[in-house]
């Protein structure tokens, strides 16, 4: 019986000492969290808008964007200084930006067009994010597609006339054709996504860079509007006649 209280009033001593020096025994990993972190947030493109999986983050965070292009035409993703490559659809690109400053950061699209189209917003850091815009239609501008004045029978010429495509006109290899088989060979020579439309005959795909098609339409004499149809192109200067004579 002594002896169990001998151990007891030493046990009892050294916790008095321990305390009285400052020394504890840790209790689990009670580890204070760390004031920075890193986050990743998805960013997916469209015509024409930003979808962002958190839109606010703590001063101090390095946020990794993974933007996506979901759309059909080409868009990028600009914030804090540093800009994504331009991406055709389905592409998808990485920026990694540390915020250090509390406040709300600008993001947009810097394609010409676009961010007035809608591809902007604001990125909260300690603060919160303004709700984004609501995503309509009416702001999306295409062109306008006109019946071909057109006079007598198509013709039995048969023809076959290069289209190349850059930013931001069509490079075709004549435009007085006689009436008959025109054969359009079509190759995107730009860096951006185009397309040849023939506009009341066909419109042609939309191909990215380097990509082309081929088709064959009947023409009968008259003058013939083409475009191209990816918003804002055809005001930078992708239209223009072709004449198919008798």
Known sequence: ???????????V???????????????GSAKAPSKHSTVTIAVVAREFSFTLSKRSVPVGTTVIFKVVNKGKITHNFKIAGKTTKNLNPGQTATLTVKFATKGKVAFLCTIPGHAAAGMKGTFGVGVTAPPPPPVTTTTTTTATTTTPTTTGNVGNAK?????????????????TIPSGQVTFVITNKGSEVHNFDLNGVKSGALLAPGASE???????????LYTCDVPFHVD???TGNLAITP
Not at 14 to 27: K, N, S, T
Not at 214 to 224: E, K
Request: net charge positive.
């Open 1 to 11: 019986m002594r002896r169990h209280v001998s151990w007891a009033r030493l046990l």
């Open 13 to 27: 001593a050294l916790a008095v000492v321990g305390g009285a020096a400052g020394v504890f025994l840790p209790v």
């Open 159 to 175: 023809t076959t006339v290069t289209v190349g495509m850059v930013e931001y006109s069509f490079q075709i290899s004549q435009t």
């Open 214 to 224: 081929t088709w064959t339409v009947s023409l009968a004499p008259g003058q013939y």
């Open 236 to 238: 930078r200067g992708m």
